[in-house]
Every structure is written in C-alpha cells, then in structure tokens.
C-alpha cells in the first residue's frame, strides 16, 4: 500500500475536551510509525470561541454553521487527502443532535471511517436516524469497546462486518518513580486515592466522600484527589454549582485533611505523573451506558488498582481480575472496596499485574497500526470497487 495522507474531523487542542485529546494523540502516533505523513485535521470550532491552533489543523468547520461543513467537504475533495476519520460525538456537530456531519457526508467524495465514542443504548428515532446514516456513508465503523459493536448490531441493525473494535490508545507512562512524584507534588507518605476527568454531577464523586470518613478513620494516611477543572459546557449553564456542593461535603464530613482539589485543566503530563503516584483509582461514574473513559484506560495501562462502578467500558477493561466493581449511587460498597484494597497491599499489587499486562494492549503505537490497516483496507476497497482513481475530482 502506497503512503497516504489522512485527514481527520473532529474537536482538537487547544480546545479543552477528551475527543480533542484522543485526536490529537492518535494522529501523533500515526506519524510516529513512520509510514504515512503526518496526518491533517479539521477541527471543529465555536464561532464565539476562535481558537488558535497548530500547523495540523488545515481547515476549520464553524460548528453551529451548516455552510461550513459544506466548505470543509469541498476543501476535502480538493485536497490530497486519501481517507477522512470522523470523531463522532452529538454534542460536537451543529444542527439538531448533531445532525450538520450528514451534510458534510452528502458532499464529501472521499472514503470516509467513523469513530463512535458515544453508542447509545436507548436512542430516540432521531439519533438513531444520524448513527444509521453515519455507517451508510462510511467505510466503516470504529467503537471502543465490544459492547459498542453487540449494540450496533442489535439497536441499530449495522452489519457485524462493517464495525471494528479498537479501544481507547495510551500514552508512555512518566520515568519517574511514585515517590519520586509524590515528593514532587507534596504526598509523601501518603496513600492516594485519585479520580480525573472534567467535573459534572454525573461523575458521582459524592459517593466517594460519603465514603470516605469510615476509611481515612482506619487508615489516616489515605487522601484523596479530585483532578480536573469544571467541563466548560457544564459551567455555561451551571457556573461551579457542583464543585462548589462537593466542597461543601468535604467540609460537612470534616475530610479537609484528606481531599484535594487539582482545579484546572490538566496537560496530559500532569495528569500522567498523577496517575502515576496513584495507589488506588476510582471512576464513581453515574451512567450505566459509558462506553470509553480515556482516565480508565490510562490507569488499567500504568498498572493501578482500580474500583469502579459497572459501567459498560469499565466491566469490560476490569474484567479477569483487573479491578472493583461495586454498585452504583452506593457509598458503602465504595467504602468497603477502599479498606480491603487498602488494608492489603499484596491484593492491590496482584490486580495492577494484571492490569498491566492487559494494558500493553492499549498502547498508543499497537492502536495506531490498528487504525492504519483499517485505513489501508477502506481505500484499497473504494478503489476496488470505483472505475476512477482514488481521489478522482482532486
């Protein structure tokens, strides 16, 4: 297969959002294999928050403007660019449920694979409507976990052959030690208990403290850190109201000497040092359907132990002994998961082995050979099939 330039759709940095992170990463990790050039992206950005961005970024659509998914369609026919991977989420498209990326498919000519990191469970007709049209008009599919794929198939009646499973890419773990980072960020001696991730009331981090008295009463060494700013969609229509509640528990349950806020946007090596130091990670998550969680996929990968709620990407990553699963909405399971993993070190280490082993798997190189070949064969195929060349109407 000759070399191929790809482009891909979606948020990127400095736009602060997971789907941002991910893209940014995958495609740095397809130019570091060294066998396409770098990819391209056109990122979606608010009209009201212009963003400025790296030599990656080619073309901008103005998310809450259909005639610029129009004009990124055009500039992507008119291009070099070999093969498109849409980053599908609904709140990042314009129109109603994010409908606007269908007008974008109706004009774009090139071969096109689709990411679904969200796969709704219970769809209403309209968003089901938009994932049906999205794999009509694609290559393929990508979900990040198996149960993407069962839902696809049975929710949404997509061929099983159209849809692939390539989970969530982890980056290199720092080089320095857990002391080493603990000294540096002022925990030393401590036992830290961490959660990561843009704040909203659907994490249920305020099971976690209700939890927590009972087991900082029998180990005083533990502390817990809340990492991450307010999600900026949250704060628009609810300004700090949840934080501003958590902090009220911590300081209703008197736990100021055992948790801490990390209140601003993490760079991906901040948050890799304190995954890093962390002896216990926990994702309290509210929603039973979450079908990816990068911070979940990271901790599997650094070899933490892990307690989580049964959420669908969690059951599936901490399956085989590699984590805790407890109940939702229950702080007493949580409280009882922390003082058995923290009164015995020894099972703490036999499921972050395990975890470990598993998260080789997850490594940003081994995700981008995955998305490469699953590229390669989208354009081998769409010239099979086509009387013209590849990138006919360049």
Request: glycine share 8%; aromatic share 8%; with cysteine.
């Amino acid at each position: 297969m000759a070399k191929l330039q790809a482009a891909f759709v979606s948020t990127f940095p400095p736009r602060k959002c997971g789907l941002a992170t991910f893209t940014a990463d995958l495609m740095e990790a397809i130019a570091e294999l060294k066998v396409w050039p770098e990819p391209q992206a056109v990122a979606i950005t608010h009209a009201d928050n212009p963003l400025e961005y790296d030599r990656r970024v080619r073309f901008e659509i103005i998310q809450e403007e259909e005639s610029s998914y129009v004009a990124a369609a055009h500039w992507l026919n008119r291009s070099p660019v070999d093969v498109v991977m849409i980053e599908h989420e609904y709140g990042i498209f314009g129109g109603p449920n994010g409908s606007y990326i269908l007008t974008f498919l109706k004009h774009l000519k090139k071969p096109v694979l689709t990411t679904l990191h969200t796969v709704l469970p219970q769809p209403d007709r309209a968003r089901a409507d938009i994932i049906r049209a999205l794999a009509a008009g694609s290559m393929g599919l990508v979900v990040l976990a198996y149960k993407g794929r069962d839902l696809l198939v049975r929710r949404y009646g997509i061929p099983k052959e159209k849809i692939h499973m390539i989970r969530h890419g982890v980056p290199k773990g720092p080089a320095s030690s857990p002391e080493e980072l603990k000294a540096k960020y002022g925990l030393s001696g401590r036992v830290v208990i961490s959660t990561f991730g843009l704040l909203h009331p659907g994490k249920g981090i305020e099971y976690v403290l209700e939890a927590l008295p009972a087991v900082v009463g029998k180990h005083p060494e533990a502390v817990y850190l809340i990492l991450g700013q307010t999600h900026p969609e949250v704060k628009k229509h609810s300004g700090e109201a949840y934080r501003e509640y958590l902090h009220g528990k911590v300081d209703g349950l008197g736990l100021t000497e055992h948790v801490r806020f990390v209140n601003h946007y993490l760079t991906q090596e901040e948050l890799m040092e304190y995954l890093a130091l962390t002896d216990i990670y926990i994702t309290p998550y509210l929603d039973p359907q979450q079908i990816s969680s990068g911070p979940l996929a990271y901790a599997v990968a650094l070899g933490k132990a892990v307690i989580s709620t049964p959420y669908l990407c969690a059951r599936e990553l901490l399956a085989g002994g590699r984590g805790v699963l407890v109940p939702f909405q229950n702080s007493g399971a949580i409280g009882t998961a922390l003082k058995e993993l923290l009164a015995s070190p020894e099972r703490r280490a036999e499921i972050a082995a395990r975890a470990q082993a598993f998260g080789e798997t997850l490594s940003w190189p081994a995700v981008a050979k995955s998305y490469v070949a699953l590229m390669e064969a989208a354009v081998a195929r769409r010239a099979a099939a086509s009387t013209e060349p590849v990138g006919a109407g360049r």
